[in-house]
C-alpha cells in the first residue's frame, strides 16, 4: 500500500516556474514506478510525465516536453515536477501515480496501468 501527498501547486503567471513534489508513505518506494497527470476543467485525465522505478528512464507528452522534468529520489520517498515556461494551458489539477514494477527500466503513460493516486494540487497559470 502506497500513499502519496502532492504539494507545491500555486498561482503564477506565465513563465514562471513551479516544482511540484509528491511524497510517498512506505519502505519500498524504489520499486514503484512514477507518473504524473494533469486535468483541466471539462476534459479528461491526461499524461504529463512519467519515470521508471530507477529513475533512468523518463518520457515525457510533447505538449511539456521540453519544459518539465520529472526527477525521482528514492532516499526521500519523492518523486518532482519541475515545470519551467509555464502556459496558461498548463492550468489543471495535476496528479502523480505510482505503479508497482518489476521492471527498473519501465515507463507507464496509460492512467489506468497505476495503482495508486494522490489527490492533486491545483496549478494556475495566468496570462
Known amino acids: 500500500q502506497v500513499q502519496l501527498v502532492e504539494s507545491g501547486g500555486g498561482l503564477v503567471q506565465a513563465g514562471a516556474s513551479l516544482r511540484l513534489s509528491c511524497a510517498a508513505s512506505?519502505?519500498?518506494?524504489?520499486?514503484?514506478?512514477m507518473g504524473w497527470f494533469h486535468q483541466a476543467p471539462g476534459k479528461e485525465r491526461e499524461f504529463v510525465a512519467a519515470?521508471?522505478?530507477?529513475?533512468?528512464?523518463?518520457y515525457y507528452a510533447d505538449t511539456v516536453k521540453g519544459r518539465f522534468t520529472i526527477s525521482k529520489d528514492n532516499a526521500k520517498n519523492t518523486v518532482y515536477l519541475q515545470m519551467n515556461s509555464l502556459k496558461p494551458e498548463d492550468t489543471a489539477i495535476y496528479y502523480c501515480?505510482?505503479?508497482?514494477?518489476?521492471?527498473?527500466?519501465?515507463?507507464?503513460?496509460?492512467?489506468?496501468?497505476?495503482?495508486?493516486w494522490g489527490q492533486g494540487t491545483q496549478v494556475t497559470v495566468s496570462s
Open positions: 512506505g519502505r519500498t518506494f524504489s520499486s514503484y514506478a
Open positions: 501515480a505510482a505503479k508497482a514494477s518489476v521492471s527498473t527500466a519501465a515507463i507507464y503513460v496509460y492512467s489506468h496501468s497505476y495503482n495508486y
Open positions: 519515470i521508471s522505478r530507477s529513475g533512468g528512464t523518463t
